[in-house]
């Protein structure tokens, strides 16, 4: 009986998820944090300095640069939903694997255009074009929410949760976090849309739901998976 030979690409490559293996998520953890640190100090480029002259004081200085302040703080406040959402995910999982750490950092990868959209939207403000800095930022976030949804997913499938969520029985509602996820991402594609008609309105949803990331969640009660307090 002639048993078959394994092809020549599982000699040099590991394709399959089910085949690959889980390491601690450790040294990528400490990988986003210097990336968003990072991402998050190049905001304050938007912000100069000239010398000071009779027609370009100081004061007239700061004034002019308001929209860049504005534009720091919610640049800083996405950045930081960006790293709150990866934070609850990462801690959620008992390890990762190589696709698992490619959504990651796929995922961290788009905290870096954050500084060049807050750009955009401070330069465009008081002009026609405003909402090419919206549509940026909601693009952005867009791309985010959707690459957080499907690493989620993801982990659920392939096992990597320190605590499966159980089998939703037929018939029985959706839970609420799962609601809110596709509200977060059905408002994130409205604002994609409507951007270039309503700028303001997009802009007052993409700041609505980078303030909802940072709520505090069912997920970081005491006593979930990923608490320290389990390890005592």
Do not use: C
């Not at 399959?16 to 190049?42: C, E, Y």
């Not at 694997?97 to 961290?108: G, P």
């Amino acid at each position: 009986m002639s048993t078959k030979k394994p092809s020549w690409t599982r000699g040099v490559y590991t394709l399959r998820s089910k085949d690959q293996a889980i390491h601690s998520p450790h040294r990528l953890v400490m990988f986003i944090d210097a990336i968003l640190a990072i991402a998050a100090t190049l905001l304050i480029l938007n912000l100069h300095v000239s010398p000071d002259t009779a027609l370009n004081g100081l004061a007239s200085q700061l004034r002019h640069q308001v929209a860049n302040f504005v534009s720091i703080l919610l640049g800083f406040l996405w950045i930081t939903g960006t790293w709150v959402l990866s934070h609850r995910q990462i801690r959620q999982l008992r390890g990762v694997n190589y696709y698992m750490t490619l959504y990651i950092v796929a995922n961290v990868l788009t905290a870096t255009l954050i500084p060049y959209a807050s750009n955009l939207l401070a330069e465009g403000y008081g002009h026609p074009d405003f909402w090419v800095g919206v549509e940026a930022v909601s693009v952005v976030i867009l791309i985010s929410t959707m690459l957080s949804v499907l690493q989620s997913r993801y982990a659920i499938h392939q096992g990597l949760l320190l605590s499966p969520p159980p089998p939703r029985a037929s018939g029985s509602h959706r839970p609420i976090a799962l609601i809110i996820w596709y509200v977060v991402v059905a408002l994130s594609v409205i604002s994609v849309i409507v951007a270039p008609l309503s700028p303001w309105l997009a802009f007052g949803i993409i700041v609505t739901t980078r303030i909802s990331a940072l709520m505090p969640l069912a997920s970081d009660r005491k006593g979930l998976p990923g608490d320290i307090d389990l390890a005592e």
